[in-house]
């Protein structure tokens, strides 16, 4: 197994939820592709190294949590939580150059409205400041608003604020709320390993379409809505982070041809 996919791993029902991700990638070019075939989707498990077995417990699994939804036993859906939130980064084009301020308003006793919150600004790249204020630069406040009032939260949200420049108070603060100086190597790290894994194969064959697929996700996963996403003169490694961000994405748009039918290939 390459070392990328054990410097990067994925939770398995990740990785199940990759092709049906990569069907709304390809949609959103103008492919038309339907969802990926059970039996693709468990050969692409099992090419990085998960069982049959296991991959059954996951599918069945993630069935159950409505994470995915395998149609037929012949298609594997994503569920419509999924959905959204894949809409939602197809839409968002990263370019702000604001920061988005959000304040939650939650008694003690509204515990799963606030996991709920915590869990979807989380997913979305805001990073918890204090007890009730989440800070992320780069987002789109419409976008945003548009999840919270799918997902009926709108009303536990105080005050939505951006600002193009943070207080000197908090700048002081990034070091210890972001762990910058350990992201700036991790994402060094990450930006080598990822053009050594994608040389490994030709990106037009099944081998290195697969590895695309797993680095776009696990980059997504572990790197996108995890690392600081702040403006260069706070975090200059910044720069790595979209570099890489637009490597996967002009990858997808300039190859998007070959991609749909080596997915109906793969998936179909």
Known sequence: MSSFVQKYPMALKDLLASPGIEAMVLQSLGCKVSWPSLKGVKAYAQ?????????RTGLSRANK??????????HVALGPELQGFVSYFLK???????????????????ATERYQINDLLTRLGYVKILANAYLRYGAEPLALEAVLKDKSLQAF????ETSKQLPAQLENQLEPIYALQTWGK??????EDLKYFL??????????YFNYLFARSSFHKNIMTAAPYLPEAYFPEVRLLKADYHTLGQMA??????FCERYQQLFG
């Open 199 to 208: 040389a490994q194969a030709a990106w037009d064959s099944p081998e290195g």
């Open 47 to 55: 090419y990085f190294g998960h069982s049959e077995s296991a991959i």
């Open 186 to 191: 991790r994402l060094s790290s990450f930006s």
């Open 92 to 110: 968002e084009a990263f370019t702000s150059d604001s920061f988005s301020l959000v304040l939650t308003q939650l008694s003690a006793q509204q």
């Open 253 to 258: 748009h300039t190859h998007h041809q070959v």
């Open 65 to 74: 949590n409505k994470m995915l939804i395998v149609k037929d036993s012949k």
């Open 157 to 160: 949200i105080y005050t939505f």
